[in-house]
């Protein structure tokens, strides 16, 4: 469980750092990093396309599996030229997917408050304030109401640079109650067993 949480704590840091660098980037070099990531994006696709379809060829066996293969290659090349020929489109897809990653993860954080509210850590309401704060954002971000604005990137940098600091608050809080979180968990289940085990002596008896 321990190298599970320290997983989980490395994972959520690091994001953060990631996210919160986009956002920085996404402020005060919003087209450059609109290009970079739609460059990025529309290489790799196009890539994956010709190496499936260079797969297709190098492979003797025509079957159906392999004429799928080359269709896959096709069509992923040329939506990879697409993106390149057109890089600001990507710009329109960048928050909702930033958003629906957000909300997923303030969802993770929701239940640790819960879990620490159960062991009446009094960082509970802490934890569970800065969770619902990062899915606001996360939602902003999905539902995107700044569409057609000219400053959109920078808002939306704005939003994940807040969401990447409360997240790297909320994980540190989390890590320094989870050892109580494990304790408390802990016992509850050897009390369970002990109960289970006076049920059973209680049964042999009768």
């Not at 293969?69 to 897809?93: D, E, M, R, W």
């Not at 957000?102 to 408050?113: D, E, G, R, T, V």
């Amino acid at each position: 469980m321990e190298k599970v949480l320290k997983a989980f704590y490395k994972s959520s840091i690091v994001t953060s750092l990631i996210l919160g660098v986009l956002g920085i980037l996404l402020i005060f070099e919003s087209v450059a990093t609109i290009l970079s990531i739609s460059y990025i994006i529309g290489g790799c696709l196009i890539a994956a396309g010709l190496t499936a379809i260079i797969n297709f060829f190098r492979n003797k066996i025509k079957d159906s599996f392999n004429e799928l293969n080359v269709v896959y290659g096709i069509v992923t090349s040329i939506a990879g030229i697409l993106i390149i020929k057109n890089p600001h489109v990507i710009g329109s897809f960048i928050p909702i997917v930033i958003g629906i990653g957000i909300i997923i993860n303030s969802a993770m954080k929701l239940q640790y408050a819960f879990e620490l509210k159960n062991i009446h850590n009094h960082m509970w309401k802490v934890t569970m304030i800065i969770s619902i704060i990062s899915t606001l954002c996360g939602l902003i971000l999905l539902f995107n109401p700044f569409a057609g604005a000219v400053i959109l990137t920078k808002i939306v940098g704005g939003f994940i640079i807040i969401y990447a600091l409360l997240d790297i608050f909320s994980t540190y809080t989390i890590k320094k109650n989870v050892v109580e979180i494990k304790n408390v968990l802990e016992k509850d289940v050897m009390e369970a067993e002990v109960i289970n085990e006076k049920e059973k002596k209680k049964k042999k008896g009768n």
